[in-house]
T-cell receptor
Framework: QKEVEQNSGPLSVPEGAIASLNCTYSDRGSQSFFWYRQYSGKSPELIMSIYSNGDKEDGRFTAQLNKASQYVSLLIRDSQPSDSATYLCAVNGGSSASKIIFGSGTRLSIRP | DAGVIQSPRHEVTEMGQEVTLRCKPISGHNSLFWYRQTMMRGLELLIYFNNNVPIDDSGMPEDRFSAKMPNASFSTLKIQPSEPRDSAVYFC???????????FGSGTQLSVL
C-alpha cells in the first residue's frame, strides 16, 4: 500500500463549479497535512496546511481532515482556468515529524 | 529572501559520468529535503537533513547516490556513475522546523544519455 494515495485524474470540472480532490494516507500517527499545487514545468507551491480534524478555509480553498478515516480533501470553489494544475497531497510520517511524503498528484483541468 | 536556490537548472550528461546537484536552503531553515520527480513515480523523497545531519536516506535508490550537507547553507546530491534511468527533475526543499511546510527550489532537470 502506498503511504499517500490520490486519484491521478485527470479531473475535469466546468469553470465556476466546485472541484473536489481527495487523498488517503496510511500512517495513523501523521500530524501534518498539506496541499501543494504544481503547474507544468514548475515546482510545487503550498496552498493549504491542516493539522486538526475538521475544515480549514482560505479564500476559495477549503481543506478537510478526518484522521479517523485517514482522509484529507481539498475543495476549490468557483473554479477558474488558472486552477488547472496538478494537486499534490503531502503528509508527514508519524514516526518522524520531518519526513514529508507526497502522493502522486491529481491533474485538474477547468474547462471554460 | 531569495528562496531555495538550486543549480544547475538543466544538466545533460552521458551515462557513466558524475553529476553533482547543488542546493542553498532558505536562511534559518533547519530541515532540507531532496526529492526526485518522474512521470512514472511522482515525487519521491530521497533524503532529508535536520540541522545538517542526515536523518533518513532510505529513499536513496542505491549506492550510486550520495548527499551531503557540510553547513546550514549548502547541500549537494551526487550521482556516480549516472545512468539513463536517473533522468528526472530533482527538487531541493527546506522548512523552518520539523513537520512544517516545504519551500521548493526551481529544480534541476537531469538528462542522462
Amino acid at each position: 500500500q502506498k503511504e499517500v494515495e490520490q486519484n491521478s485524474g485527470p479531473l475535469s470540472v466546468p469553470e465556476g463549479a466546485i472541484a473536489s480532490l481527495n487523498c488517503t494516507y496510511s500512517d495513523r500517527g501523521s500530524q501534518s497535512f498539506f496541499w501543494y499545487r504544481q503547474y507544468s514545468g514548475k515546482s510545487p507551491e503550498l496552498i493549504m496546511s491542516i493539522y486538526s480534524n475538521g475544515d480549514k478555509e482560505d479564500g476559495r480553498f477549503t481543506a478537510q481532515l478526518n484522521k479517523a478515516s485517514q482522509y484529507v480533501s481539498l475543495l476549490i470553489r468557483d473554479s477558474q482556468p488558472s486552477d488547472s494544475a496538478t494537486y499534490l497531497c503531502a503528509v508527514n510520517g508519524g514516526s518522524s515529524a520531518s519526513k514529508i511524503i507526497f502522493g502522486s498528484g491529481t491533474r485538474l483541468s477547468i474547462r471554460p | 529572501d531569495a528562496g531555495v536556490i538550486q543549480s544547475p537548472r538543466h544538466e545533460v550528461t552521458e551515462m557513466g559520468q558524475e553529476v553533482t546537484l547543488r542546493c542553498k536552503p532558505i536562511s534559518g531553515h533547519n530541515s532540507l529535503f531532496w526529492y526526485r520527480q518522474t512521470m512514472m513515480r511522482g515525487l519521491e523523497l530521497l533524503i532529508y537533513f535536520n540541522n545538517n545531519v542526515p536523518i533518513d536516506d532510505s529513499g536513496m535508490p542505491e549506492d550510486r547516490f550520495s548527499a551531503k550537507m557540510p553547513n546550514a547553507s549548502f547541500s549537494t546530491l551526487k550521482i556516480q556513475p549516472s545512468e539513463p534511468r536517473d533522468s528526472a527533475v530533482y527538487f531541493c526543499a527546506s522548512s523552518l522546523r520539523e513537520g512544517e511546510k516545504l519551500f521548493f527550489g526551481s529544480g534541476t532537470q537531469l538528462s542522462v544519455l
